[in-house]
């Protein structure tokens, strides 16, 4: 149980174009979010906590208009990269939370990007 | 403020012998602490986790690590390692209260030689 599947697994951009990654929970309820970032051979950072049905918390430095969260449903959030540019490329992982699960998050297989 | 710092950026053992990877806690509250395994281009893997109940907690693949708060450490041991094992391991803190935020150490890579 508890999985967590991202769609696409890698993409590549050309530059000014937007990319949209899909995150979803499987198995069970999501109502919390999280989309991480991973810079090669770097730890993850927290990007953005998203609860279903309300706006997303974006960390410090993130830019909210560059990276578009969207937790529309229990099963799905989506992180768009808008305008992407070369120093956008990455890692991006995204992990899921339901309420009765104890607090812990689930963490997806993540997904490459790289803009050109 | 939580934070997690791991001691060692690359571990290399031989395969058979034991593991080591080390971490040490800060926290102003009882922390709740994990250590995840990452694979090559592959999502975090979850190894085990302490919450506050016994101190020495076993995890998935015959890992397991004791939390000494006297120490503030929460290191990841391995009796034999395996070439499988070859990986980059994370020390987790989760953050109480704020919306049990997750902080990230620095990782280890470990590397398993024959």
């Known amino acids: 149980g508890a999985v967590v599947s991202q769609h696409p697994s890698w993409v590549i951009c050309k530059s000014g174009t937007s990319v949209k990654i899909e995150c979803r929970s499987l198995?069970?309820?999501?109502?919390?979010m999280f989309w991480y970032r991973q810079f090669p051979k770097q730890s993850l950072m927290l990007m953005a906590t998203?609860?279903?049905?309300?706006?997303?918390?974006?960390e410090q430095g993130v830019e909210k208009d560059k990276f578009l969260i969207n937790h529309a449903s229990l099963t799905l959030s989506t992180l768009t990269v808008t305008s992407a540019h070369p120093e956008d490329s990455s890692f991006y992982i995204c992990?899921?939370?339901?309420?009765?699960?104890?607090?812990?998050?689930?963490f997806g297989p993540g997904t490459r990007l790289t803009v050109t | 403020a939580q934070s997690v710092t791991q001691l060692d950026s690359h571990v290399s053992v031989s395969e058979g012998t034991p593991v080591l990877l080390r971490c040490n806690y800060s926290?102003?509250?009882?922390?709740?602490l994990f250590w995840y395994v990452q694979h090559p281009n592959k999502g975090l893997q979850l190894l085990l986790k302490?919450?506050?109940?016994?101190?020495l907690v076993k995890g998935i693949n015959g890992f397991e690590a004791e939390f000494k708060k006297s120490e503030t450490s929460f290191h990841l041991t391995k009796p034999s390692a395996h070439m499988s094992d070859a990986a980059e391991y994370f020390c987790?803190?989760?953050?109480?209260?704020?919306?049990?935020?997750?902080?990230f150490g620095t990782g280890t890579q470990l590397k398993v030689e024959l």
């Open positions: 992990s899921a939370r339901g309420d009765r699960m104890n607090y812990e998050q689930y």
């Open positions: 198995d069970f309820q999501a109502t919390t």
């Open positions: 998203s609860n279903e049905g309300s706006k997303a918390t974006y």
């Open positions: 926290s102003s509250y009882s922390p709740s």
């Open positions: 302490y919450t506050s109940a016994a101190t």
């Open positions: 987790v803190v989760r953050i109480t209260g704020g919306g049990n935020k997750l902080t």
